[in-house]
């Protein structure tokens, strides 16, 4: 028997990350968009603690978590699935709500496993240009059919570029007008200064039932780092998060991370939170004066990463850049899987780390005549 001819069209969606044996080597890896300063201790307490559970099964619904989310939330259990990252609860978007004749609509350059998740199922998928590497709202919503799903990745992955309040309003509302599907993947919100309330703002739109319209996505995997434990969580109506539930597998979220999500719902980790962004943000601020300074470039991201142009480097190939700097100890992000063979991404770590990283980039694109051109998505 042969495989669906849909999936002739599938590739692997590539991500960052080094490999165990890589970073034990010493390698600084700037490819994982991760807080530096986590997993915090009471992470691998919970996880100590719940070692001996592995003996049984874990609980399908993770009831006990839900409970927590729906209290930090403010909102109903029912309102929410907790499943195996982000990354599933993509696929299980595709899986309920795509089919051959309906569209998933994206940005061009975006989170690769929206366009992987829609082609699984056959769906048809829709880019959207992004001028300058910019996300346009206006743009992206008068693109909406009825019967879209609408994948915004907010802040965006890899230009981190993160739409306020007003720019994702008129999303929502084209969503609602058209009787589309809006999943807002807020994998990265935790880097994000001056957050706004996505469900808040469904809410105030109720008259126009937009809550049946919006699916919010939220990890725990960047803000605390614990990516070996895959737990994540969708909110959105009571009748569209009990279809994620009926196509959702048994068992997805085991007991280990269901333990640790409950641990990452207490106020020692709302403070944890509060600590390590104030660091990263101070991160942020002296890593751009520096690079500004010491290699003339000015970089700009509403996120935790950062998106380089390498210009005429190696021929304008980050692939060639990416190996480069990893024979100078430092691992990015290739960006060429989204559609940037050009450009690098590599995120914010701890300061003594970032010189390394200045060190590197100044080694490897010091003597190359395009890449002072270069500048990331500037905040908005």
């Known amino acids: 028997m042969r495989p669906r001819?849909?999936?002739?069209?599938?590739?692997?969606?590539?991500?960052?990350?080094?490999?165990?044996?890589?970073?034990?080597?010493?390698?600084?890896?700037?490819?994982?968009?991760?807080?530096?300063?986590?997993?915090?201790?009471?992470?691998?307490?919970?996880?100590?603690?719940?070692?001996?559970?592995?003996?049984?099964?874990?609980?399908?619904?993770?009831?006990?978590?839900?409970?927590?989310?729906?209290e930090?939330?403010?909102?109903?259990?029912?309102?929410?699935?907790?499943?195996?990252?982000?990354?599933?609860?993509?696929?299980?978007?595709?899986?309920?709500?795509?089919?051959?004749?309906r569209r998933a609509l994206f940005v061009a350059h975006t989170y690769g496993e929206y366009e992987t998740a829609a082609k699984l199922v056959g769906a048809a998928v829709k880019k959207v240009e992004m001028p300058s590497l910019r996300i346009n709202a206006e743009t992206l919503a008068s693109e909406i059919r009825g019967g879209d799903v609408v994948f915004l990745c907010n802040p965006n992955n890899p230009t981190g570029q993160y739409l306020r309040e007003d720019e994702v309003a008129l999303l929502l509302e084209a969503a609602v007008r058209k009787d589309a599907l809006l999943v807002l993947d807020e994998a990265y919100v935790d880097f994000v200064d001056d957050v706004f309330d996505a469900l808040r703002l469904a809410e105030e739109?109720?008259?126009?039932?937009?809550?049946?319209?919006?699916?919010?996505?939220?990890?725990?995997?960047?803000?605390?780092?614990?990516p070996g434990l895959r737990v994540g969580y969708a909110v959105g109506s009571a009748r569209n998060i009990s279809a994620l539930r009926l196509i959702m597998p048994p068992w997805s979220v085991g007991t280990l991370a269901q333990r640790v999500g409950c641990v990452l719902m207490s106020d020692a980790a709302v403070e944890f939170l509060k600590w390590s962004r104030t660091k990263i943000f101070e991160a942020k601020k002296r890593f751009e004066e520096k690079i500004r300074s010491k290699l003339g470039v000015t970089l700009a991201t509403d996120a935790n990463f950062y998106l380089l142009h390498v210009g005429d480097?190696?021929?304008?190939?980050?692939?060639?850049?990416?190996?480069?700097?990893?024979?100078?100890?430092?691992?990015?992000?290739?960006?060429?899987?989204?559609?940037?063979?050009?450009?690098?991404?590599?995120?914010?770590?701890?300061e003594e780390e970032n010189e390394a990283l200045i060190a590197a980039l100044s080694s490897v694109l010091g003597d190359c005549p395009g890449w002072r051109r270069a500048s990331s998505v500037r905040k908005s």
Do not use: M, W
């Not at 559609?339 to 770590?349: E, K």
């Open 313 to 350: 480097c190696s021929g304008g190939s980050a692939t060639a850049v990416k190996g480069k700097l990893r024979e100078q100890g430092v691992l990015v992000r290739d960006c060429t899987s989204f559609g940037l063979p050009s450009h690098i991404r590599f995120s914010v770590r701890r």
């Open 205 to 226: 739109l109720r008259g126009r039932d937009a809550v049946e319209h919006l699916l919010v996505l939220r990890s725990f995997t960047k803000a605390f780092t614990v």
């Open 5 to 70: 001819n849909e999936l002739r069209s599938v590739k692997i969606c590539e991500h960052g990350g080094g490999s165990q044996e890589l970073l034990r080597k010493g390698v600084l890896d700037f490819s994982a968009n991760l807080n530096p300063y986590g997993p915090p201790s009471f992470v691998l307490d919970a996880i100590r603690e719940a070692a001996s559970d592995v003996r049984f099964y874990p609980d399908s619904d993770a009831t006990e978590l839900k409970l927590r989310i729906a």
């Open 72 to 101: 930090r939330l403010d909102c109903d259990a029912a309102q929410i699935l907790v499943a195996a990252g982000v990354s599933q609860i993509i696929l299980l978007v595709a899986l309920t709500f795509l089919q051959p004749q």
